[in-house]
């Protein structure tokens, strides 16, 4: 059974940074295909970030990039997004999600199989 546990979330000033983790069991990680999307209140679900099994490929919304990092640790079954230069508009549950169908690094959130349950950012002004 495919576990995705994130952590890292919490409240922090505009300009600020955090970083959170996914930690993630149940299948080998080490050939998943990863991703973070997040939510917004009354907003559907947006995709923010994507990384390829081995870390060389990776995929960020147009609107993130330079401000925003995925990576990932496979020894320690553990998926990272940095998050830098925090807006009041970065405030949403962030979801870490895998997926073992496909190598593509995938901005479709329909390709991934396994979600976690969530962890909020809230970015004050």
């Known amino acids: 059974q495919v576990q995705l546990v994130e952590s890292g979330g919490g409240l922090v000033q505009a300009g600020g940074s955090l970083r959170l983790s996914c930690a993630a069991s149940?299948?080998?990680?080490?050939?998943?295909?990863m991703g973070w999307f997040r939510q917004a209140p009354g907003k559907g679900r947006e995709f923010v970030a994507a990384?390829?099994?081995?870390?060389?490929?990776?995929s960020y919304a147009d609107a993130l990039k330079g401000r925003f990092t995925i990576s990932r640790d496979n020894a320690k079954n553990a998926l990272y997004l940095q998050m830098n230069d925090l807006k009041p508009e970065d405030t949403a549950v962030y979801y870490c999600a895998a997926t073992w169908r496909t190598t593509y690094v995938s901005t479709n959130s329909g390709t991934y199989d396994y979600w976690g349950q969530g962890t909020q950012v809230t970015v004050s002004s």
């Open positions: 149940g299948r080998t990680f080490s050939v998943a295909t």
């Open positions: 990384i390829s099994w081995s870390g060389g490929r990776t």
